[in-house]
Structures are given as structure tokens and as C-alpha cells.
């Protein structure tokens, strides 16, 4: 039982992949990552290479599909306001994907460390909060914080934390319970039944997250991003004109 | 157990290169062929249009021209009918004049002939009562100048 609990302990830890220059330690997530770069690179490459415009081949007909699915699946998320944002939150849905999925092959998946999450939470928030500066103004979006009302001003400014502080939880804890158990299942039943729940656990549970982490993202960028209310004091001086004429 | 330092900047760095590849690597080259599609699509819907236009336009103009053609037709076949009518009347008018002359001449040398014959019927007449004046001078009695005269009449006349 102490072996096991060992055992888990150490599948648990975020080991250093090697270290440069005696002093930056970079984390086996990191070198993880760059494998799903690659293999998401070579993808994309093989998939686009010799396209044509007339008669395509089935790779290039697969590739026309993968990028209208991912266009239409985060367009629709995203709002008429804020398509600019496709590309970025495909990429983050890929790469979530692929990270999760990678488990698969007994890796460990970088989404279960940390900074990992932080990182992706950290360019939400901040890609969120620069659509809503690039949509509203600079006025616009601090004024945005006062509404509906001026006394939620406290919570929406606690939202600017909370939203990546969630959406970083959720993953990271999503993904490294899904792990612990994968562990465990493996290490009492290592033939056979891993296979069962490495289906849903890593598969079913990976792409849910990855599409949980871009669909919040999604909503808040597409929260952000609609255009400035006209000011409800300006409303109410036009409404007395109206009322007065 | 949990773990957090500067490998949260590679992370970011790493998701920002993987943006830009995936950008580069999938988007750019697959938007590029679905709009050269789609404006290929575009020219040759435009170039089917203008064909058709261009035949409607061929179209209007055959008739327009076949019409002439049959405007010209008509034109030259009744031109043709009035010259040959023309030619008809000149030609008839021609011949009425030139068989009228021939009549007239015709007749003017009848009429020469006739004179000519009666001239020299008168000159034989004028022979004959000069030849009667002599021999009746000639002869004895009237009896047997009668007689004469009337052998050299009848004789004449066969």
C-alpha cells in the first residue's frame, strides 16, 4: 500500500525535463507541449499540402472541413461581434484536445500541471478583457463594470479573477483527477480494463474539458465584446424630451 | 505536488508559436484555395452570363439583319416588277412604233408601186391612143379601126 501511495505520488509530481543553465527548470509539460506543437504542426502541413482548387484530394477535402467545423463551432460560440477570435480559440481547442488526448499514450498530459492552465487562463483573461478594450473603448469597457447596475462594480472587478482562476481549476482538476484514476485503474488492473475507462476518462472527459475551456472562453470574449450600451442616463434625458415634445 | 514558476511564460510562449503555425499552416493556405473558389466560382458564373448576354445580343441582331434581308427582298423584287414593267411598256411601245413605220412604209412603197404602174398604164393608154390617132388617121374606115382598137385592147388585157 506505501509502494502504491509512492507510486501515485510520483506519477503525480511535475518533474524538470532538464534545466538550462543550471537555473531555468523547464517542466516535462513544457517538452510534452512541444511534442502536441509538432504533432498539430505536421498535421496541419500534411493536411494542406498540394491543395488545389479544382478537384481536391480527400486530405484537402478533410482539411476544407476541419477548418469550416472549427470556423462555424467557435464563430457561433464567439458572436458576429468578436469572429476575429476564431483562429486563437481553435488553436486553444486543439491544443487542449491533443493535450488531453495524449494521455492515451501512457504520457502524462501537460494540462495536468499547473502552469500549464495558468498559462491558457491567463491568455483568456487577457485576451478577453482586450476584446472588450478593443470593442468598447478604453471609457466603454471601464465603464462596462458598472453595469447593469454601479453596485456590482465590486463582483464584476472579482470577475476579472475569478473567470481565469475557474477556468484553470476546472481543467487542471479535471485532468489530473481523470489521471489519478487512470493510475490506479492501471496499476491494480493493468490488462484490459484501462482500455474502458481510458476511453472515457481521456477521450470523452479530454475533449469535454477542452470544449468546457473554450466555451467559457468563447462567452466571455463574446460578453465582452458587444458594442457599448447607449448610456442609461442619455436614455433617460431623450425619453423626457420625447415626453416633453 | 503542485507546481508553479516561470514555465508558465514557456507555456504561454509555446501556445502563442502554436497559434501562429496552426494560423500559418492551416488557416492561411486553406482560406486562401476556398476564396480562390470561390472567385473562380464568381468568374465563371459572370463569364456564363456574358456569354448568354453576348448570344441574346448575336440573336437580336440575326433577326435584325434577316428582317432587313427580307425588307431588301421585297424592295428588289418590286423594283424588279416595276423595271419590267417599265422594259415591257418601252419594249411593246417599240415595237407598235416600228411596226406602224413599216406599215407606213409599206404602204408608201405600195402607193410608189401603184403609181408607178398607173404612170405607166397612163403611158401605155397615151401610146396606145397616140398608135389608135395614127392608124386611125391611117386607116380608111372607122369599121375596121374599131375593129383594130379593140383586137389591140383585148390582146393587151390577156
Same mark, same amino acid.
Given at each position: 500500500?506505501?509502494?502504491?501511495?509512492?507510486?501515485?505520488?510520483?506519477?503525480?509530481?511535475?518533474?524538470?525535463?532538464?534545466?538550462?543553465?543550471?537555473?531555468?527548470?523547464?517542466?516535462?509539460?513544457?517538452?510534452?507541449?512541444?511534442?502536441?506543437?509538432?504533432?498539430?504542426?505536421?498535421?496541419?502541413?500534411?493536411?494542406?499540402?498540394?491543395?488545389?482548387?479544382?478537384?481536391?484530394?480527400?486530405?484537402?477535402?478533410?482539411?476544407?472541413?476541419?477548418?469550416?467545423?472549427?470556423?462555424?463551432?467557435?464563430?457561433?460560440?464567439?458572436?458576429?461581434?468578436?469572429?476575429?477570435?476564431?483562429?486563437?480559440?481553435?488553436?486553444?481547442?486543439?491544443?487542449?484536445?491533443?493535450?488531453?488526448?495524449?494521455?492515451? !499514450?501512457?504520457?502524462?498530459?501537460?494540462?495536468?500541471?499547473?502552469?500549464?492552465?495558468?498559462?491558457?487562463?491567463?491568455?483568456?483573461?487577457?485576451?478577453?478583457?482586450?476584446?472588450?478594450?478593443?470593442?468598447?473603448?478604453?471609457?466603454?469597457?471601464?465603464?462596462?463594470?458598472?453595469?447593469?447596475?454601479?453596485?456590482?462594480?465590486?463582483?464584476?472587478?472579482?470577475?476579472?479573477?475569478?473567470?481565469?482562476?475557474?477556468?484553470?481549476?476546472?481543467?487542471?482538476?479535471?485532468?489530473?483527477?481523470?489521471?489519478?484514476?487512470?493510475?490506479?485503474?492501471?496499476?491494480?488492473?493493468?490488462?484490459?480494463?484501462?482500455?474502458?475507462?481510458?476511453?472515457?476518462?481521456?477521450?470523452?472527459?479530454?475533449?469535454?474539458?477542452?470544449?468546457?475551456?473554450?466555451?467559457?472562453?468563447?462567452? !466571455?470574449?463574446?460578453?465582452?465584446?458587444?458594442?457599448?450600451?447607449?448610456?442609461?442616463?442619455?436614455?433617460?434625458?431623450?425619453?423626457?424630451?420625447?415626453?416633453?415634445? | 505536488?503542485?507546481?508553479?514558476?516561470?514555465?508558465?511564460?514557456?507555456?504561454?510562449?509555446?501556445?502563442?508559436?502554436?497559434?501562429?503555425?496552426?494560423?500559418?499552416?492551416?488557416?492561411?493556405?486553406?482560406?486562401?484555395?476556398?476564396?480562390?473558389?470561390?472567385?473562380?466560382?464568381?468568374?465563371?458564373?459572370?463569364?456564363?452570363? @456574358?456569354?448568354?448576354?453576348?448570344?441574346?445580343?448575336?440573336?437580336?441582331?440575326?433577326?435584325?439583319?434577316?428582317?432587313?434581308?427580307?425588307?431588301?427582298?421585297?424592295?428588289?423584287?418590286?423594283?424588279?416588277?416595276?423595271?419590267?414593267?417599265?422594259?415591257?411598256?418601252?419594249?411593246?411601245?417599240?415595237?407598235?412604233? @416600228?411596226?406602224?413605220?413599216?406599215?407606213?412604209?409599206?404602204?408608201?412603197?405600195?402607193?410608189?408601186?401603184?403609181?408607178?404602174?398607173?404612170?405607166?398604164?397612163?403611158?401605155?393608154?397615151?401610146?396606145?391612143?397616140?398608135?389608135?390617132?395614127?392608124?386611125?388617121?391611117?386607116?380608111?374606115?372607122?369599121?375596121?379601126?374599131?375593129?383594130?382598137?379593140?383586137?389591140?385592147?383585148?390582146?393587151?388585157?390577156?
Amino acid at each position: 500500500m506505501k509502494a502504491l501511495a509512492h507510486k501515485l505520488v510520483e506519477e503525480l509530481t511535475v518533474e524538470t525535463a532538464f534545466t538550462i543553465g543550471g537555473k531555468i527548470q523547464i517542466a516535462e509539460s513544457v517538452v510534452i507541449t512541444w511534442v502536441v506543437m509538432a504533432i498539430i504542426t505536421f498535421l496541419c502541413i500534411w493536411l494542406t499540402r498540394n491543395m488545389k482548387v479544382r478537384n481536391p484530394g480527400k486530405r484537402q477535402l478533410a482539411a476544407e472541413f476541419i477548418v469550416n467545423w472549427l470556423d462555424s463551432f467557435t464563430g457561433d460560440m464567439l458572436g458576429e461581434h468578436a469572429l476575429q477570435y476564431r483562429e486563437y480559440m481553435s488553436t486553444v481547442l486543439l491544443f487542449i484536445g491533443f493535450a488531453n488526448i495524449i494521455g492515451v !499514450f501512457g504520457v502524462k498530459p501537460p494540462t495536468k500541471d499547473m502552469n500549464v492552465t495558468i498559462a491558457l487562463s491567463l491568455m483568456s483573461i487577457i485576451l478577453i478583457e482586450a476584446a472588450g478594450i478593443r470593442a468598447k473603448g478604453g471609457k466603454g469597457w471601464l465603464r462596462s463594470f458598472t453595469e447593469p447596475i454601479a453596485i456590482v462594480t465590486p463582483i464584476n472587478i472579482l470577475e476579472v479573477f475569478i473567470r481565469p482562476l475557474s477556468l484553470c481549476m476546472r481543467l487542471f482538476g479535471n485532468v489530473l483527477g481523470a489521471f489519478v484514476i487512470m493510475e490506479l485503474i492501471k496499476m491494480l488492473v493493468p490488462v484490459g480494463v484501462p482500455v474502458v475507462f481510458s476511453l472515457y476518462f481521456d477521450f470523452f472527459d479530454g475533449l469535454i474539458q477542452a470544449y468546457v475551456f473554450v466555451f467559457l472562453t468563447s462567452l !466571455f470574449i463574446a460578453e465582452a465584446a458587444e458594442p457599448a450600451a447607449p448610456r442609461p442616463k442619455k436614455v433617460r434625458k431623450a425619453k423626457k424630451k420625447a415626453v416633453q415634445a | 505536488m503542485l507546481r508553479i514558476d516561470l514555465n508558465i511564460v514557456w507555456e504561454i510562449i509555446n501556445v502563442l508559436i502554436l497559434f501562429a503555425l496552426v494560423k500559418k499552416f492551416l488557416f492561411k493556405p486553406v482560406r486562401e484555395i476556398l476564396k480562390k473558389r470561390n472567385d473562380e466560382i464568381e468568374a465563371s458564373y459572370q463569364a456564363a452570363e @456574358k456569354t448568354n448576354k453576348d448570344a441574346d445580343d448575336l440573336k437580336a441582331q440575326l433577326a435584325a439583319s434577316a428582317s432587313k434581308i427580307a425588307e431588301n427582298e421585297e424592295k428588289a423584287v418590286a423594283d424588279a416588277k416595276v423595271k419590267g414593267a417599265a422594259e415591257y411598256d418601252r419594249i411593246v411601245s417599240e415595237a407598235q412604233s @416600228k411596226s406602224e413605220q413599216i406599215i407606213s412604209e409599206a404602204r408608201d412603197k405600195a402607193k410608189a408601186v401603184a403609181d408607178q404602174e398607173k404612170r405607166k398604164a397612163e403611158d401605155e393608154i397615151t401610146g396606145m391612143v397616140k398608135e389608135a390617132a395614127a392608124k386611125i388617121a391611117e386607116s380608111e374606115s372607122d369599121e375596121k379601126l374599131y375593129d383594130d382598137f379593140l383586137k389591140e385592147v383585148s390582146q393587151n388585157e390577156q
